[in-house]
């Protein structure tokens, strides 16, 4: 069995994630959804308050661990000896900065490769951002989210 890793901030789980994940635990028989501080970004929920959530709306997909970890995604990927890592691609405005990661990671593990899984057309537009964005406004969310994610973001925000 190969086990893939999926790292993320996840701040919150949509559904095109969930997409990516299911997919992806299907293809390589095992998956770890490894949370990270993107500290680029401003996060909403806490790391542990994400690794939560991602427990509980993966709790029916066979083979998926949630994992957190600091440093670099190559260095965790060496330590725990997994090969291939996955990232979900939108469409074009993806491609480039995920190649330069892709090929950023493989100097610091060169045994690393970067599968790219196309999102599905449903989830195509629809990111964390966005999502924050929008609940922010007073949107309705719920067809992006998995519901206790909604219910989280909702709470957060008041």
């Known amino acids: 069995m190969i086990r893939a ?3 993320g901030s996840f701040d919150p789980v949509t559904n095109g994630h969930l997409d990516i994940i299911t997919r992806a635990a299907k293809l390589f028989g ?3 959804v490894l949370v990270m501080q993107n500290t680029n970004k401003t996060s909403l929920f806490s ?4 690794v939560e959530l991602l427990r509980q709306v993966t709790a029916n997909i066979p083979g ?6 600091d440093g670099l995604l190559a260095d965790y990927a060496r330590q725990h000896n997994v090969q291939i890592l996955v990232r979900g ?3 074009p405005q993806d491609i480039e900065p995920e190649l330069a990661a892709a090929h950023f990671n493989s100097r610091f593990y060169p045994g690393l490769e970067t599968v790219f899984l196309p999102t599905s057309l449903t989830w195509k537009y629809v990111s ?3 999502v924050k964005e929008a609940a922010g406004a007073g949107g309705d969310i719920s067809s992006f989210v998995p519901q206790v994610v909604a219910k989280a973001v909702k709470s957060k925000l008041g």
């Open 128 to 130: 964390s951002s966005l």
């Open 64 to 69: 998926v661990c949630v994992e957190t970890a």
């Open 89 to 91: 691609v939108r469409g």
């Open 5 to 7: 890793l999926y790292a």
């Open 47 to 50: 790391l542990q308050e994400r």
């Open 30 to 32: 095992g998956l770890t």
